[in-house]
């Protein structure tokens, strides 16, 4: 079993639509969880941390549940420029990160 | 901050040749990672620095595959010789150490072998 899982997509939805993704990991011991996004030909980049409480940033919601360990991201009212691909990110005891192979997303009109 | 700055872009060589691929961290960071990414198997973690002493080298694949840091702002990974099969695209990442810290990219090396 993978360290870090998600289904690769992908999720192809209309403009203004709500999408989800989720994330599972293995490691019980992990400290810390990310959801970075990755640019066609470019490098990954950082888009939120995951805190345990849940966190949001504009359309973005962030969920962790540790019992379950998976990890999932919420995009609202989507947009064109959204379309990429959103990798899942978790840090063990020795801090390193550990990426998921990444689900793709695609908003059309 | 110019960001993690990686070199060359682009390399295409062919089998059998040397590579060797260019890494300087931001300044200040002292964690430094270098990965490679394929459409088969995602981002997979080389090897990983700490104060510029490799603490796992786990993820190179074979003694094909060797990476120095001699010092806080440079690394290099270097092929030799190099297959068809090494052909991806090489990040370096660079972070300072902990928990919640953000892993910052180079826009990668190219690779293509022939």
């Known amino acids: 079993r993978k360290e870090v899982e998600q289904d690769p997509g992908p999720f192809n939805v209309p403009e203004g639509a709500t999408v989800a993704f989720n994330c599972t990991y293995s490691?019980?011991?992990?400290?810390?969880f990310f959801w970075y996004r990755q640019d066609c030909r470019k490098e990954p980049k950082l888009l939120m941390s995951v805190y345990s409480s849940g966190n949001e940033d504009g359309r973005f919601t962030a969920q962790l549940n540790r019992a379950s360990q998976y990890i999932s991201l919420l995009i609202r009212d989507s947009k064109l420029s959204d379309s990429a691909t959103y990798l899942c990110v978790v840090l063990g005891g020795s801090y390193i990160p550990t990426f998921g192979r990444g689900t793709s997303l695609i908003v059309h009109p | 901050d110019a960001g993690v700055i990686q070199s060359p872009r682009h390399e295409v060589t062919e089998m059998g040749q040397e590579v060797t691929l260019r890494c300087k961290p931001i300044s200040g960071h002292n964690s430094l990672f270098w990965y490679r990414q394929t459409m088969m198997r995602g981002l997979e973690l080389l090897i990983y620095?700490?104060?510029?002493?490799?603490?796992?080298d786990s993820g190179m694949p074979e003694d094909r595959f060797s990476a120095k840091m001699p010092n806080a702002s440079f690394s290099t990974l270097k092929i030799q010789p190099s297959e068809p099969r090494d052909s991806a695209v090489y990040f370096c990442?660079?972070?300072?150490?902990?928990?919640?810290?953000?892993?910052?990219f180079g826009q990668g090396t190219r690779l293509t072998v022939v």
């Open positions: 620095f700490n104060n510029n002493v490799p603490i796992d």
């Open positions: 990442a660079s972070s300072t150490s902990g928990a919640n810290t953000e892993a910052f």
């Open positions: 490691n019980s011991a992990s400290q810390s």
